[in-house]
């Protein structure tokens, strides 16, 4: 397929060595869908990329079951140093191709190449560097003397960063001894299903990762639901979430669900502002605002609400929204109409409830799905656009007086997923850090990621932890019992 009239960076796009349509990968190799297609299309464009076949009920019994074989006869009887070589092996290859990835990755997505370049990719890499070298080390780590693989994992991932996502869930999972069986979103499956091509030539034994697009309430439920999987690790809404844990209750399932967010970013007084303003548009606008842990609720303290709101909107006003494959892109397009019409839909509600709205001004492609970076001031805990995720770029201003009532505000969410502190006072950021009920608390910055560090939330933001040793013991049975 000929992707140079995506767009105008053909240098870019022509590394891309796409399949017109892709199937199912399962045990080892390409079989046919049985659930139907769909086109997924380039969010910038509406082009499409490519044919993508959906698995139903019997393909997702045949990943399990391919799953489970490779589980029995390949994978579970290997040496932890024998997967932590496939594992460099994985990342290896992901870094010399990380510019396919990423171009891919932009196309399919809609997020600025600048990004998918820098940080998505790169991060995938790291990724799987990290738990190749945790998987001969588990028994040095406080992890039982013998510990021992779930099994099966199902393994379900959201469309904001597909192939990160894919890297969080698969890495640690093998690492860990399972095997693997994962659904990705529907709007971006083109980097998982790429990702084959990775396992291939890393010689991963056939079965160990096996990729099933497919819609959520049919191969996402029959992942779920299906009797041989011991473990689901599922990302995405709080809605489905919540639907999961209902239909796993009172099963032995292994269950780590990471939910929606609403993300406190708290500005003091005695911040260094510019760096704050700077951390503040990382924190909503990067990725288009995509972004579980997003920063959508700035508080600043009262005293310098002004001269930072004035400064936030010049800086936002430099940024350059457009085709995310222009390396000078910042904001790119949104993933889907469906994502799009639900950040307009919210977004409607902040100036009927009192909220002022400022937009940034610029011309949007007349393709493809653009939304504006825009700031609402003047919020109050109670409005919809402070307490609703939008999962878009858009920022809600609160203003708070005391380090309390900043806590208060923040605290005062049915989420918890990340926070951020900006002060000088090191004395503040530790009470701040200790008080926030956040799974993450940034200091003086936002949206930083590392493999080695947990992540994951409290309250309607889900529970388990992904990343460092938290993320593998998420695939172990406890003390090796199992
Ligand atoms: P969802 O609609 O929940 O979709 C996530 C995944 O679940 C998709 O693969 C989806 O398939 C699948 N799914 C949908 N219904 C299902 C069902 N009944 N059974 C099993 N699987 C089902 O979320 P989204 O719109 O893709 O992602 C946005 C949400 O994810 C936001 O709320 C965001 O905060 C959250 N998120 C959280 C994190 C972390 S780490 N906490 C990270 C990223 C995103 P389809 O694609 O076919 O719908």
Same mark, same amino acid.
């Given at each position: 397929?000929?992707?140079?009239?995506?767009?105008?960076?053909?240098?870019?796009?022509?590394? #891309?060595? &796409?399949? +017109?349509?892709?199937?199912?990968?399962?045990?080892?190799?390409?079989? +046919?869908?049985?659930?139907?297609?769909?086109?997924?299309?380039?969010?910038?464009?509406?082009?499409?990329? /490519?044919?993508?076949?959906?698995?139903?009920?019997?393909?997702?019994?045949? $990943?399990?079951?391919?799953?489970?074989?490779?589980?029995?006869?390949?994978?579970?009887?290997?040496?932890?140093?024998?997967?932590?070589?496939?594992?460099?092996?994985?990342?290896?290859?992901?870094?010399?191709?990380?510019?396919?990835?990423?171009?891919?990755?932009?196309?399919?997505?809609?997020?600025?190449?600048?990004?998918?370049?820098?940080?998505?990719?790169? #991060?995938?890499? /790291?990724?799987?560097?990290?738990?190749?070298?945790?998987?001969?080390?588990?028994?040095?780590?406080? &992890?039982?003397?013998?510990?021992?693989?779930?099994?099966?994992?199902?393994?379900?991932?959201?469309?904001?960063?597909?192939?990160?996502?894919?890297a969080w869930k698969v890495a640690p999972a093998l690492a860990a001894g399972n095997t693997v069986v994962l659904k990705p979103?529907?709007?971006?499956?083109?980097?998982?299903?790429?990702?084959?091509?990775?396992?291939?030539?890393?010689?991963?034994?056939?079965?160990?990762?096996?990729?099933?697009?497919? #819609?959520?309430?049919?191969?996402?439920?029959? #992942?779920?639901?299906?009797?041989?999987?011991?473990?689901?690790?599922?990302?995405?809404?709080?809605?489905?979430?919540?639907? =999961?844990?209902?239909?796993? $209750?009172?099963?032995?399932?292994?269950?780590?669900?990471?939910?929606?967010?609403?993300?406190?970013?708290?500005?003091?007084?005695?911040?260094? =502002?510019?760096?704050?303003?700077?951390?503040?548009?990382?924190?909503?606008?990067?990725?288009?605002?995509?972004?579980?842990?997003?920063?959508?609720?700035?508080?600043?303290?009262?005293?310098?609400?002004?001269?930072?709101?004035?400064?936030?909107?010049?800086?936002?006003?430099?940024?350059?929204?457009?085709?995310?494959?222009?390396?000078?892109?910042?904001?790119?397009?949104?993933?889907?109409?469906?994502?799009?019409?639900?950040?307009?839909?919210?977004?409607?509600?902040?100036?009927?409830?009192?909220?002022?709205?400022?937009? &940034?001004?610029?011309?949007?492609?007349?393709?493809?799905?653009?939304?504006?970076?825009?700031?609402?001031?003047?919020?109050?805990?109670?409005?919809?656009? $402070?307490?609703?995720?939008?999962?878009?770029?858009?920022l809600s201003v609160l203003t708070f007086r005391t380090p309390q009532e900043a806590l208060d505000k923040a605290n005062n969410?049915?989420?918890? &997923?990340?926070?951020?502190?900006?002060?000088?006072?090191?004395?503040?950021?530790?009470?701040?850090?200790?008080?926030?009920?956040?799974?993450?608390?940034?200091?003086?910055?936002?949206?930083?990621?590392?493999?080695?560090?947990?992540?994951?939330?409290?309250?309607?933001?889900?529970?388990?932890?992904?990343?460092?040793?938290?993320?593998?013991?998420?695939?172990?049975?406890?003390?090796?019992?199992?």
């Amino acid at each position: 397929m000929n992707l140079r009239e995506l767009a105008p960076a053909p240098e870019s796009t022509a590394i #891309l060595n &796409l399949r +017109d349509s892709y199937g199912l990968y399962i045990d080892g190799r390409w079989v +046919d869908a049985h659930g139907g297609s769909m086109a997924t299309i380039s969010p910038a464009t509406e082009k499409p990329i /490519a044919e993508i076949g959906l698995a139903n009920a019997g393909d997702i019994d045949l $990943a399990v079951k391919a799953a489970r074989k490779a589980y029995d006869t390949v994978w579970s009887r290997m040496s932890g140093s024998e997967r932590g070589k496939y594992l460099f092996r994985i990342a290896r290859l992901l870094q010399e191709r990380a510019r396919e990835f990423a171009v891919a990755e932009t196309v399919d997505n809609g997020k600025p190449i600048r990004e998918t370049r820098d940080i998505d990719i790169p #991060l995938v890499a /790291a990724w799987f560097f990290h738990y190749a070298g945790w998987a001969d080390k588990l028994d040095f780590a406080g &992890l039982g003397t013998n510990p021992r693989a779930l099994g099966v994992a199902g393994q379900i991932i959201p469309w904001n960063f597909p192939l990160l996502m894919l890297a969080w869930k698969v890495a640690p999972a093998l690492a860990a001894g399972n095997t693997v069986v994962l659904k990705p979103a529907e709007t971006t499956p083109l980097t998982a299903l790429m990702f084959v091509d990775i396992c291939e030539q890393a010689g991963l034994p056939a079965g160990v990762v096996n990729i099933v697009p497919g #819609l959520g309430e049919v191969a996402g439920q029959a #992942l779920v639901t299906h009797p041989g999987v011991n473990k689901i690790a599922f990302t995405g809404s709080t809605s489905v979430g919540r639907h =999961i844990a209902r239909e796993l $209750a009172g099963t032995d399932v292994a269950l780590t669900l990471e939910l929606g967010g609403k993300g406190a970013n708290i500005v003091f007084d005695d911040a260094a =502002i510019d760096e704050a303003v700077e951390g503040t548009v990382n924190g909503i606008f990067f990725n288009q605002g995509h972004v579980c842990c997003a920063g959508s609720r700035l508080l600043v303290q009262e005293n310098v609400h002004d001269e930072f709101v004035e400064k936030l909107k010049r800086r936002v006003s430099t940024l350059r929204v457009g085709d995310p494959l222009d390396k000078n892109t910042d904001v790119g397009a949104i993933n889907s109409r469906e994502q799009l019409d639900r950040i307009e839909a919210i977004s409607a509600t902040g100036e009927p409830e009192g909220a002022s709205r400022w937009t &940034l001004e610029c011309a949007v492609p007349k393709a493809g799905f653009w939304f504006r970076p825009t700031i609402f001031t003047g919020v109050s805990t109670s409005n919809t656009i $402070a307490r609703e995720e939008i999962f878009g770029p858009v920022l809600s201003v609160l203003t708070f007086r005391t380090p309390q009532e900043a806590l208060d505000k923040a605290n005062n969410s049915p989420y918890g &997923l990340s926070a951020g502190v900006w002060t000088q006072t090191a004395s503040r950021m530790l009470t701040m850090a200790d008080g926030l009920r956040a799974g993450v608390v940034w200091s003086n910055t936002f949206n930083q990621f590392d493999p080695t560090s947990p992540f994951g939330g409290y309250k309607e933001s889900g529970f388990g932890r992904e990343g460092g040793r938290h993320g593998v013991t998420a695939y172990l049975a406890a003390g090796g019992a199992r």
